[in-house]
């Protein structure tokens, strides 16, 4: 596609459900992040893959956080058991090569609520 | 923490005037990057400066980087309505591994 997509971009669901967020980072793009946006905050880094190299989870808040990125493209993050902190905007970004540090490309990203 | 500091948190001018945000980060950089923000959307990359420049263009734009101050500066002249925005600062460097730290933004309105 042209640009990222990120699907849903608004998940409501209830405290202690499971969601799914879903990203479709630019083509030829081996680099890819996720990020958690709180209210009027920065972003806070979650995890980042490069390639079919081991990810970095390091930015993983908890084990109820999890990403997956098949066939090298298409990447998804789970949340389980939500709870009402997780409550954010989640964005993703992709990039050609994080090795040298290009700019990064990013979706609209998925706001979620937990009620 | 590497994460950067924008300062100020928000700002409001009149269009046509000059914007000033500043950044300030703690350990040592490779590259700075700002981004702009607009309300519901994601991050648009706007500029790139490297730890070995000291200055950068881009149309209404320039950034400033003082490695001895760990600060940067970023200039929006002419500022138009469009402008309205956050604006973010980035950094990457030798011990920051794949991560990418953002500062907590500043908040731009450019009024018509």
């Known amino acids: 596609g042209a640009g990222v997509s990120q699907s849903p971009s608004n998940k409501v669901t209830e405290k202690g459900k499971d969601v799914e967020l879903r990203c479709d980072p630019i083509s030829g793009h081996t680099a890819l992040y996720w990020y958690r946006q709180s209210l009027g905050q920065g972003l806070e880094f979650l995890i980042y893959?490069?390639?079919?190299?081991?990810?970095?989870k390091s930015g993983l808040p908890s084990d109820r956080f999890s990403a997956e990125r098949t066939g090298g493209s298409v990447s998804t993050l789970t949340i389980q058991r939500t709870q009402q902190e997780d409550s954010a905007v989640y964005l993703c970004?992709?990039?050609?090569?994080?090795?040298?540090?290009?700019?990064?490309?990013f979706g609209a990203g998925t706001r979620l609520s937990v009620l | 923490s590497q994460q950067g500091e924008e300062d100020p948190q928000a700002l409001s001018i009149q269009e046509g005037e000059n914007a000033t945000m500043n950044c300030s980060y703690k350990?040592?950089?490779?590259?700075l990057q700002w981004y702009r923000q607009n309300s519901g959307r994601g991050l648009v990359h706007l500029i790139l400066?490297?730890?070995?420049?000291r200055e950068k263009h881009s149309g209404r734009l320039r950034v400033t980087l003082d490695t001895s101050k760990k600060s940067s500066s970023l200039l929006i002249t002419a500022s138009r309505a469009a402008d309205t925005a956050s604006y973010f600062c980035a950094t990457d460097g030798p011990n920051t591994g794949n991560q990418f730290y953002f500062g907590t933004g500043t908040s731009l309105t450019v009024i018509p």
């Open positions: 970004a992709s990039s050609l090569d994080s090795l040298a540090k290009n700019i990064q490309y």
């Open positions: 400066i490297r730890s070995n420049e």
């Open positions: 893959f490069q390639g079919n190299s081991a990810p970095d």
């Open positions: 350990t040592s950089i490779n590259n």
